[in-house]
């Protein structure tokens, strides 16, 4: 099983411009999370998504857009890239059901906005 | 919204020592996890805590649910090198998602 898949794992992009990170998960899990984490801020929840076509925003949504046509993909769409989307970012995906097996999470997505 | 505060942030440790972290939430938990983020790779789950007053072990880990169900404990025994790493803790904020602490930072000198 490959678990959840990102790409990029690195990014830089330039004020303003646009870009969406994948995420594909193959345990054929309901739930589906972005989260971005910042240097000794911990993980803080952008969107997440309970099955196809359902999502529904997190802390920190602002800047950010997602959409899950399927249960395998969630990607996260920034629009207008700022500076403080400088971050790394995490898919995560769980069972349906209790948090007893907590979550699967991506390697992650380095982006450097300039 | 619910806190969950991790101590120490930071730690640095010579190699066969052991290590104890500590979470605390504002809130009650009914669930605790433990996670372990190595550097470059997302955070993987180490240990779950379902009840209170629990104690888990995987391996030379060990981790306890606390009474009062606002905190939790990860011990670490006999620390080697590959422990090096980001510990976070996590709890249910509501039924579809999780908070997590901002880390405690382990750093093992050989």
């Known amino acids: 099983n490959a678990g959840v898949t990102q790409t990029p794992k690195f990014r830089i992009l330039k004020i303003g411009q646009s870009m969406t990170l994948q995420c594909a998960q193959d345990m054929n899990h309901n739930y589906m999370y972005w989260y971005r984490q910042d240097p000794g801020m911990g993980l803080k929840l952008i969107y997440y998504?309970?099955?196809?076509?359902?999502?529904d925003k997190g802390e920190v949504p602002n800047g950010y857009n997602v959409s899950r046509s399927t249960t395998e993909d969630f990607p996260l769409r920034l629009e207008l890239a700022a500076p403080s989307q400088t971050s790394v970012y995490f898919c995560a995906s769980r069972k349906t059901g209790g948090f007893d097996y907590g979550y699967t999470f991506g390697s992650g997505t380095r982006l450097t906005v300039v | 919204g619910q806190q969950l505060n991790q101590s120490p942030q930071s730690m640095f440790i010579q190699e066969g020592e052991d290590v104890s972290m500590n979470c605390t939430s504002s809130?009650?938990?009914?669930?605790w996890l433990w996670y372990k983020q190595d550097p470059g790779e997302g955070p993987v789950l180490l240990i779950a805590l379902y009840k209170a007053g629990e104690l888990t072990s995987n391996g030379r880990l060990t981790a306890q649910f606390g009474i009062t169900r606002k905190d939790s404990f990860l011990n670490i025994s006999a620390s080697i090198p590959s422990d090096v790493g980001i510990y976070f803790c996590a709890g249910p904020y509501n039924n579809n998602d999780m908070r997590f602490g901002a880390g405690t930072r382990l750093t093992v000198k050989p």
């Open positions: 809130s009650i938990f009914n669930t």
């Open positions: 998504s309970v099955g196809a076509g359902i999502t």
